[in-house]
């Protein structure tokens, strides 16, 4: 059953970004992932929301968007994402 890491992103320095986002996505493949979407949130309908953006990968099963979280090459680098961004990571399976 198909998993969706959905990551709420608010930058914290925009000169790291670009360094981490180029490192970061060739971490997805290995895993069966595969980016759906990345933009900026316009609009929030209810609630709060503290992210500026959103990315949404899709990745076979919630096992692998975990064993892709958990994998040395993401993991180190944890220290640049961290400096580059405040992020809060979910998946989702599909229903």
């Known amino acids: 059953m198909a998993a969706y890491l959905i990551a709420h992103v608010k930058v914290k320095n925009a000169e790291k ?11 997805f493949a290995p ?3 595969a980016p759906l ?3 900026k949130v316009v609009e929030v309908l209810t609630g709060t929301h503290a992210g500026q953006s ?3 990968v899709k990745f076979p099963d919630a096992k692998a968007a975990h064993d892709w979280y958990n994998s040395p090459a993401y993991q180190a680098l944890l220290p ?13 399976e599909e229903a």
Do not use: K
């Not at 970004?17 to 971490?27: D, H, I, M, N, R």
């Not at 640049?80 to 989702?92: G, N, Q, S």
């Open 17 to 27: 970004l670009p360094e981490y986002s180029s490192q970061a996505g060739p971490t």
């Open 31 to 33: 895993f069966g992932g």
């Open 37 to 39: 979407a990345r933009g």
């Open 54 to 56: 959103t990315l949404i």
């Open 80 to 92: 640049l994402r961290d400096e580059a961004i405040d992020a809060t990571f979910v998946v989702i």
